[in-house]
């Protein structure tokens, strides 16, 4: 059974710009998560898809946003791109969304630089 | 205050020792994850636990709900094990993971 995939695996750009990254969650499983992970906040809750409809939001600026679509694929966007956005992404399915009271599969994460 | 904490930060540790990394949390949770990254980013998911203890090959989770603490304990720790471990809690009525800032593990040989 493939894992989560995510990609790309890099990416590279300038401020100003606005980038979109891709999930795949594990056949079956409904729920995607977006974290970020930085060296100086650690790793942080972006939002959370379920069945298409975003269920929880983490305290991200309005630049930061996503989708699911019927498949569970997700995407994340991050608009106007700050220094500060440099971080890595990682995506994470669980089965059918009850909650995180279940196990995360995670993906091996996007690392994002901004120049 | 880190709603998290973790401890220690970084342990360096002798092949064959046993190890113990230790979380305590502030909130009411339903559950705690305690995960494992390697250098390069992908994280995996170790436990999930609510209560009680959990065993998977060497790796041994524990949870004492009423004083907000979990440990994880590795049994003869062996260079393969060196990696970030992180401790995550889901609080009551806010589905949304807290993670704590992680505890760097280096296995010497």
């Known amino acids: 059974k493939a894992g989560v995939t995510q990609t790309p695996r890099y990416l590279i750009k300038t401020r100003g710009q606005q980038v979109t990254l891709s999930c795949s969650p594990i056949?079956?499983?409904?729920?995607v998560s977006w974290y970020q992970q930085t060296p100086g906040q650690g790793l942080q809750f972006l939002f959370e898809y379920f069945s298409e409809t975003q269920r929880n939001k983490g305290n991200f600026p309005g630049r930061f946003s996503g989708r699911q679509f019927s498949n569970s694929r997700s995407e994340m966007n991050v608009s106007t791109l700050e220094l500060g956005d440099s971080a890595l992404y990682l995506c994470?399915?669980?089965?059918?969304?009850?909650?995180?009271?279940?196990?995360?599969?995670f993906g091996d994460g996007t690392r994002l630089s901004i120049l | 205050k880190n709603e998290v904490e973790q401890s220690p930060q970084n342990l360096t540790a002798q092949e064959g020792e046993f190890i113990t990394i230790n979380c305590s949390y502030s909130?009411?949770?339903?559950?705690l994850h305690w995960l494992q990254q390697h250098p390069g980013g992908g994280i995996v998911s170790l436990f999930m636990?609510?209560?009680g203890k959990k065993k998977h090959g060497r790796l041994i989770a524990t949870i004492n709900i009423q004083e907000k603490h979990s440990s994880l304990h590795i049994t003869a720790s062996h260079p393969r094990d060196s990696a970030v471990y992180i401790c995550?809690?889901?609080?009551?009525?806010?589905?949304?993971?807290?993670f704590g800032t992680g505890t760097r593990l280096t296995i010497i040989p």
């Open positions: 995550a809690v889901t609080p009551f009525g806010n589905e949304k993971l807290t």
């Open positions: 909130v009411g949770i339903s559950a």
């Open positions: 056949s079956g499983h409904r729920s």
């Open positions: 994470a399915s669980s089965l059918d969304g009850t909650g995180y009271n279940q196990p995360q599969h």
């Open positions: 636990l609510s209560s």
